[in-house]
Each structure stands twice: as C-alpha cells, then as structure tokens.
C-alpha cells in the first residue's frame, strides 16, 4: 500500500481532498451541488476527445471543465440555472458518447475517468495537479469575502455594488479547475461526492466558515485516504468507496446536528444558512 508505485496516487490524493473541501464548502453554502456534478461530466468528455486524439488527458479535462462552466454561466444569466445546468449536462455527455464511439482503444483509460484508478497517477500528472491546485486555492482566498456574500446575502452584495453574476462566474471556474484535478483520482461520476458530503458534514458541525473549511478538509482527507486503502485491498473502484465514506460523514453530521439540537436547545447548524446564520457567518469572516 505504501511502496514506490503508490506514492504518487497519496500525493496526489492528498491535494485532490484538500481543494474539495475548500471549494465543495462554498458549493454546499452557494447551493452549487448540480453544477458541481455538471462539470465533472464536461470534464470526462474532454478527456474522451484528448484520448481519441492522443492528447494529454489533463489538458482535455481541463479545457472541457473550463468551457462547461463558462457554458452553464452564460445560460443562467439569460434563463432558469438549473436548466442551463441539465442543457450542458446533457451537452458533454452526448459529445463524450460521440467521442468514445469513434474509438474501441481507450477502454480502460475511460473507465478510471468514470470511477477513478488508484494505481493510475503517473509522474508527469503531479506537477500540473499542483499547478491546478495552488490556482484553485489562490483562487478562493482572493475572492473569499466576495464569495462568502454572494453566497448567503447576494441583495446585499447587489445593494453593495457587487457583480454577483461575475463572483458567479468566477466560482464556477474555480469548480472547473477543481474538477480538471480530481477526476484522475476519483473519477468523473463520484468527484462531485468528494466536494459535496464532507463538506456538507462540516457545515452540520459549525457555522464558522473557517472552521466549517478546516472540517472539510479534514473530512476530505480521510475519505480520500480510507478509500485509496480499501480500494488497493479490495481492486474495488475508488469512486465507489469516495461515495460512500461521503455519504457516511455526512450522515454522521446531521445525526449530531439532531443530537446537539435535542441536548442543549440550540439550534441544529444547518448545510444551507439562512438569513439569520448569513450575518453570523459574513460576521465572524472579518
């Protein structure tokens, strides 16, 4: 489990958990979850093309991610962002049928961008995953008031002379280079788990947005790291351990949540704040 062929896919692992958490907690708070599952599939599609073609599958994934974002941003400035989102779904995943029925070569290869492989990272993927990631974290510390705002009190960012169609934007790029990142890792059908249940377990457990992202982080790793385990033990697919060790912390959440709740009288923090939790949350941001 910890010879020389794995110390790649624990490097490179242990950045994928650390940028879904970052990111996956202002999906949770912003409601994104939909485009952050719309995205991964763009990406797959990306990387489908640059396999037939025999392109570098990181590039593929990247440049599909980027143009689903800007896709699905485009089309909710003008109509229902949910539709936009299921149009671009829809969209890649008609361009990623039509790519893969050009070629019969690349089996194995699409099936680690679907549920991830755990002995596929190879040398040349750890730069540009730590380019990729060092940009998704910059990223969100920049803009990390403006998402913060945008996310539980978007009329005040308008009252403020906010864009928030534009921080939009920018967070669904952000999203898209998280997305480019971890699909090698644990695939394009359950990355979207990875940014979604510990993240969401950790909203469940404070509404502190900086501890809310260490909680996160710190879920991520384990999922991440508990999945690479089992899947080297079992061959297994990764994606089918992310989902479910997701899902568990995020069980595990709520049911503190409901317990701390029934205890003390206070209210449950919740995935999603309210108005109410919205001011404490921009409050305790500085």
């Given at each position: 489990?910890?010879?020389?062929?794995m110390?790649?896919?624990?490097?490179v692992?242990?950045?994928?958990?650390?940028?879904?958490?970052?990111?996956?907690?202002?999906?949770?708070?912003?409601?994104?979850?939909?485009?952050?599952?719309?995205?991964?599939?763009?990406s797959?599609?990306?990387?489908?093309?640059?396999?037939?073609?025999?392109?570098?599958?990181v590039?593929?994934l990247?440049?599909?991610?980027?143009?689903?974002?800007?896709?699905?941003a485009?089309?909710s400035?003008?109509?229902?962002?949910?539709?936009?989102?299921?149009?671009?779904?829809v969209l890649?995943?008609?361009?990623?049928a039509?790519?893969?029925?050009?070629?019969?070569?690349?089996?194995?290869?699409?099936?680690?961008l679907l549920?991830?492989?755990v002995?596929?990272?190879?040398?040349?993927?750890?730069?540009?995953?730590?380019?990729l990631?060092?940009?998704?974290i910059v990223?969100?510390?920049t803009?990390?008031r403006l998402?913060?705002?945008?996310?539980?009190m978007?009329?005040?960012?308008?009252?403020?002379?906010?864009?928030?169609?534009?921080v939009?934007?920018?967070?669904?790029?952000?999203?898209?280079?998280?997305t480019?990142?971890?699909?090698?890792?644990?695939?394009a059908?359950?990355?979207?788990?990875?940014?979604?249940g510990?993240?969401?377990?950790?909203?469940?457990?404070?509404?502190n947005?900086?501890?809310a992202?260490v909680?996160?982080?710190?879920?991520?790793?384990?999922?991440?790291?508990?999945a690479?385990?089992?899947?080297?033990?079992?061959?297994?697919?990764?994606?089918?351990?992310?989902?479910?060790?997701g899902?568990?912390?995020?069980l595990?959440?709520?049911?503190?949540?409901?317990?701390?709740?029934d205890?003390?009288?206070?209210?449950?923090a919740?995935?999603?704040?309210?108005?109410?939790g919205?001011?404490?949350?921009?409050?305790?941001?500085?």
């Amino acid at each position: 489990m910890f010879a020389g062929f794995m110390v790649n896919t624990w490097i490179v692992a242990t950045i994928v958990a650390i940028v879904a958490g970052v990111v996956g907690f202002f999906v949770v708070l912003r409601g994104s979850s939909f485009a952050a599952h719309a995205i991964p599939n763009a990406s797959f599609a990306g990387a489908a093309g640059a396999n037939l073609v025999g392109a570098n599958a990181v590039g593929g994934l990247l440049v599909f991610a980027v143009a689903g974002a800007l896709g699905i941003a485009f089309l909710s400035k003008r109509g229902r962002r949910d539709v936009a989102t299921a149009l671009a779904v829809v969209l890649m995943l008609a361009l990623g049928a039509l790519f893969l029925s050009f070629s019969t070569e690349y089996a194995a290869e699409t099936y680690s961008l679907l549920f991830g492989e755990v002995l596929g990272i190879s040398s040349s993927e750890l730069m540009p995953t730590v380019v990729l990631a060092l940009l998704a974290i910059v990223a969100v510390a920049t803009c990390w008031r403006l998402l913060l705002l945008t996310s539980v009190m978007p009329e005040l960012a308008e009252a403020r002379g906010v864009h928030t169609y534009r921080v939009e934007l920018v967070f669904l790029l952000i999203v898209a280079v998280a997305t480019s990142l971890s699909v090698p890792v644990v695939g394009a059908l359950l990355m979207f788990s990875l940014m979604i249940g510990p993240p969401a377990a950790a909203r469940s457990f404070t509404t502190n947005p900086f501890f809310a992202v260490v909680l996160a982080v710190s879920f991520a790793l384990a999922t991440v790291w508990a999945a690479i385990a089992a899947s080297y033990t079992t061959t297994w697919p990764i994606g089918f351990f992310v989902g479910v060790l997701g899902a568990a912390f995020f069980l595990t959440g709520r049911a503190y949540a409901v317990w701390r709740r029934d205890r003390t009288g206070a209210p449950a923090a919740r995935p999603s704040a309210g108005q109410s939790g919205a001011t404490e949350i921009v409050a305790r941001s500085g």
